[in-house]
């Protein structure tokens, strides 16, 4: 198996502007390989550009849908600007798929508007996607496609998706993982809306060919929005169904200050039915990145208010790009729990703060909620990021896992309860540290030095397959 991820490219060819289809490919989703430009602008339903569409897998072959720009009346059918068009890897037997053809039949559907999902299939065999605007299109065939309607409760907004609720990947003894309402939600809705990305869960019910299927709340659940990454900003995510693994993934665009936009790291998201909540944690891959073993010190009693380096014995620079994750002992009392990273040795406050601000539940609460953040208040590039993160009695430490990419980085709270996507601005030292205001033990931290994501197609063709992988 060979992954394959599509990113806009803003190389368009004149008279076009803005973005084509570039195209990395991976055998183990953490060491990619550049390919050449996968689509291009040279028809006349998508000379501007190719902007957010969507790939899928029909009959083990890839589709691709993707919105082609055009100037509205030029051709005269490009009455919105945009239209939908399909691309087929044109040699079937590579398995980097490094073509790509068009098939005549293009434009599939004309007036359209932008980000059509990647589609799922009824019962019926009928397949179907929604877009920007929230209508729901469906083909049987994957040439001859139609409008089924506005989907009620599909909120019109960019970059959506739709599917099945992951799975469940906590293992827990406790009674609380089981749904008590007897009900389970049995969809996921997620968009890029207001300036983030969210997901909603419900109960889908899907219909015959050409009605549409109802998208309600679940007895017993919420029906709201819920941020996937509460940092500086993650964006326009994509999603996709992994069969090797039997998981879902998702990744978006990290718009980070001083950088142009950068590509977070995979996350698998998971279903946690006692916290009612989706997870969103690094894939198990992440640790090929793995180089060498940093130094730290574990079981260390924190005193009030005082700043232990983790780094102090490392080499110079090693925190600029690398792996921490700290975990802490459950207090008995209220404390902030704090790991500093991009920072001084002399003055941790001069780099990121992230921190959980914990308080013990109550006899009765069984979940509960506590404070996870990010903090930087020197430099130019200042911010103070807080958002909620559930806990259970049953958790027995509370950990903090960043990962550090020069002026990025990556925060998971809890296994990705709560994730951040931050701007780091890089320092000379690049130390890390940890404290706790009122007192607290830190139970174990560990740190890597982390590799090179890029390497040849030839290396990718060479490289077991992941599912051989330990």
């Known amino acids: 198996k060979i992954y394959h991820l599509f990113y806009q490219d803003h190389l368009a060819s004149p008279p076009g502007r803005g973005p084509i289809f570039g195209h990395v490919v991976s055998r ?19 000379y501007v550009a190719i902007y957010t569409g969507s790939a899928n897998v029909v009959d083990g072959d890839p589709v691709i849908i993707y919105p082609g ?27 980097l798929l490094t073509e790509w053809m068009k098939p005549d039949y293009n434009p599939i559907i004309t007036g359209s508007q932008r980000d059509p999902t990647t589609a799922w299939q009824e019962d019926s065999g009928e397949w179907r996607f929604t877009n920007f605007d929230s ?11 139609y409008l089924i309607g506005e989907q009620p409760n599909f909120i019109v907004a960019e970059c959506p998706s739709f599917f099945p609720l992951p799975k469940t990947r906590i293992k827990r003894t406790s009674s609380l993982d089981t749904d008590k309402t007897g009900n389970a939600p049995s969809h996921v809705y997620k968009v890029s809306w207001k300036g983030a990305d969210w997901w909603q869960v419900g109960t889908y019910t899907g219909a015959q060919p050409k009605v549409l299927g109802k998208w309600e709340q679940t007895p017993g659940y919420d029906f709201d929005m819920h941020l996937f990454d509460n940092g500086q900003r993650m964006y326009a995510s994509k999603d996709f169904y992994d069969p090797v693994k039997d998981r879902r993934i998702l990744w978006g665009w ?17 279903w946690d039915p ?28 924190l005193m009030n208010n005082e700043t232990v380096s983790l780094s102090k014995s490392w080499p110079r620079g090693a925190g600029i790009q690398c792996e921490v994750e700290v975990k802490f002992a459950l207090p008995s009392r209220a404390a902030l729990l704090q790991l500093y990273i991009m920072a001084s040795e002399n003055d941790p406050s001069a780099g990121t703060l992230l921190y959980i601000h914990y308080k013990p539940p109550t006899a ?11 903090y930087r208040s020197k430099g130019d590039t200042t911010y103070d990021y807080k958002a909620k993160l559930k806990l259970s009695k049953e958790d027995q430490y509370l950990s903090i896992r960043a990962y550090v990419d020069r002026s990025m980085s990556e925060v998971y709270f809890q296994g990705g309860r709560t994730v951040m996507t931050l701007s780091t601005p890089r320092t ?36 077991k397959p992941l599912s051989a992988c330990k």
């Not at 183990?28 to 998508?46: E, G, Q, S, T």
Request: glycine share 6%.
């Open 28 to 46: 183990d989703l953490v060491h990619w390989a550049r390919m050449p430009v996968a689509i291009w602008n040279d028809k006349p339903y998508d």
């Open 69 to 95: 720009l055009c100037n509205p009346g030029k051709p005269d059918y490009c009455t919105s600007g945009t239209n939908y068009a399909l691309a087929f890897p044109s040699n079937r037997s590579d398995p």
């Open 135 to 145: 209508k729901v299109y469906g083909t049987m065939n994957w040439k001859d496609f």
């Open 254 to 270: 990290g718009i980070i200050k001083n950088l142009d936009g950068v590509q977070t790291m995979p996350r698998v998201l998971s």
């Open 274 to 301: 006692k916290l009612r909540q989706i997870i969103s944690s690094p894939i198990e891959e992440q640790d090929y990145l793995r180089e060498k073993v940093l130094p730290t010190d574990t079981n260390i009693r």
């Open 364 to 374: 009765n609460e069984d979940i509960f909620e506590v404070y996870a953040g990010a």
């Open 428 to 463: 000379l030292e690049a130390s890390v540290a940890v404290a706790a205001d009122t007192g607290a033990v830190l139970e174990s931290a560990q740190a890597w030095t982390v590799g090179n994501i890029w390497i040849t197609k030839e290396q990718v063709l060479q490289q």
